[in-house]
């Protein structure tokens, strides 16, 4: 039989994107609508004889990201650059992404070295906002930075 005010699951509260903070340029992004990043390590098992693995090599890092953000939010950004600037032309800068948690903790990763790689526009009838994904060229993602 379950309590007034008892958890369900020992998780408690889960993070959402309203827990959710990311800085670009200096400034929190309120215009983002989706964020990505990942990092992979190529492992492979290398076998000699027999049928069973002798060992694991361990290959290149590779880290990927992208944001989508609002036209205004990019058209702010545009606006902080010279006339005719691209966003590809924007020097590389780290994107502080913070996740607070329930217990006041907040944890942050740093997405190293970001680049746009182009800008786009894909707008139809309808749509009452326009949202911006745009692919980023990275270095690497320091996890769980303090």
Same mark, same amino acid.
């Given at each position: 039989?379950?309590?007034?005010? =008892?958890?369900? /699951?020992?998780?408690?509260?889960?993070?959402?994107?309203? /827990?959710? !903070?990311?800085? $670009?340029?200096?400034?929190?992004?309120?215009?983002?609508?989706? $964020?990505? &990043?990942?990092?992979? !390590?190529?492992?492979? /098992?290398? &076998?000699?004889?027999?049928? &069973?693995?002798?060992?694991?090599?361990?290959?290149? &890092?590779?880290?990927?990201?992208?944001?989508? $953000? $609002?036209?205004?939010?990019?058209?702010?950004?545009?606006?902080?650059?010279?006339?005719?600037?691209?966003?590809?032309?924007?020097?590389?800068?780290? *994107?502080?992404?913070?996740?607070?948690?329930?217990?006041?903790?907040?944890?942050?990763?740093?997405?190293?070295?970001?680049?746009?790689?182009?800008?786009?526009?894909?707008?139809?009838?309808?749509?009452? =906002?326009?949202?911006?994904?745009?692919?980023? *060229?990275?270095?690497? *993602?320091?996890?769980?930075?303090?």
């Amino acid at each position: 039989m379950m309590r007034a005010g =008892s958890i369900i /699951n020992s998780l408690g509260k889960l993070q959402g994107w309203n /827990n959710i !903070t990311t800085n $670009l340029f200096a400034h929190d992004v309120v215009g983002i609508t989706e $964020l990505a &990043y990942d990092d992979t !390590t190529k492992k492979e /098992n290398v &076998y000699a004889a027999g049928q &069973y693995m002798v060992g694991r090599s361990e290959g290149n &890092y590779e880290a990927k990201a992208s944001v989508t $953000l $609002l036209k205004e939010e990019v058209d702010a950004i545009l606006d902080t650059l010279p006339p005719g600037t691209r966003l590809q032309d924007i020097e590389p800068s780290d *994107i502080v992404v913070q996740f607070a948690m329930k217990t006041g903790k907040i944890r942050k990763d740093i997405i190293r070295n970001a680049e746009f790689t182009g800008n786009s526009i894909d707008v139809k009838q309808g749509d009452g =906002s326009i949202a911006i994904k745009l692919e980023l *060229i990275i270095s690497h *993602i320091d996890w769980n930075v303090r």
